[in-house]
T-cell receptor
Framework: AQTIHQWPVAEIKAVGSPLSLGCTIK??????LYWYWQATGGTLQQLFY??????VESVVQLNLSASRPKDDQFILSTEKLLLSHSGFYLC????????????FGPGTRLLVL | GQQVQQSPASLVLQEGENAELQCNFS?????MQWFYQRPGGSLVSLFY???GTKHSGRLTSTTVIKERRSSLHISSSQTTDSGTYLC???????????FGGGTRLTVRP
């Protein structure tokens, strides 16, 4: 069975500090990978997607970047956090061959002060 | 404007009552999904439903792609059904998933 992990579970960071959020999928090779963000009380927005190692497409610009260094790993990062980066970050995967259901990880809650 | 409209925005039921949640899309879509968002924020996929009707326990999803709408029916609601229900559509290229604002459901004992 496939499992998706995100780290950290939660983080409190200072404005201007760097950030790195991780996502790992186990049990599925060559998945499509996605990052989403949800402000408190807001709508989920897709940030990035990746269909293969080293290839990442941006959907919404929020002064964040994403990388896919390995087939099963997706990283979200920024060098300087803004207050507006606070919220809930979700990683998801999808079977590249069937292109059907997206499955989501448990999420990372970020508070920027 | 918003590409995905969900209604109602919130709904309060007595346990045992049925609920009908609606999702309307303003653009053409390839397929859609219904999710349940737990109070902590994590998402559970309820249905991947490109068209037609699907059942899972007390839940039924019906999607009419040509009319750009989908519904989620919850029968005999329980207090544990409380939470936020989200619908989302996949674009024709399949790379993007766009979410609605959700329906917040409260089921009272």
């Amino acid at each position: 069975a496939q499992t998706i992990h995100q780290w950290p579970v939660a983080e409190i960071k200072a404005v201007g500090s760097p950030l790195s959020l991780g996502c790992t999928i186990k049990g599925k090779s060559s998945p499509n990978l996605y990052w989403y963000w949800q402000a408190t009380g807001g709508t989920l927005q897709q940030l990035f997607y990746s269909i293969t190692v080293g290839q990442v497409e941006s959907v919404v610009q929020l002064n964040l970047s994403a990388s896919r260094p390995k087939d099963d790993q997706f990283i979200l990062s920024t060098e300087k956090l803004l207050l507006s980066h606070s919220g809930f970050y979700l990683c998801a995967w999808r079977n590249r061959d069937t292109q059907d259901t997206q499955y989501f990880g448990p999420g990372t809650r970020l508070l920027v002060l | 404007g918003q590409q995905v409209q969900q209604s109602p925005a919130s709904l309060v039921l007595q346990e045992g009552e049925n609920a009908e949640l609606q999702c309307n899309f303003s653009t053409s879509l390839n397929s859609m999904q219904w999710f349940y968002q737990r109070p902590g924020g994590s998402l559970v996929s309820l249905f991947y439903n490109p068209s037609g009707t699907k059942h899972s326990g007390r839940l039924t999803s019906t999607t009419v792609i040509k009319e750009r709408r989908s519904s989620l029916h919850i029968s005999s609601s329980q207090t544990t059904d409380s939470g936020t229900y989200l619908c989302a559509f996949h674009n024709n290229a399949g790379a993007k998933l766009t979410f609605g604002g959700g329906t917040r459901l409260t089921v009272r004992p």
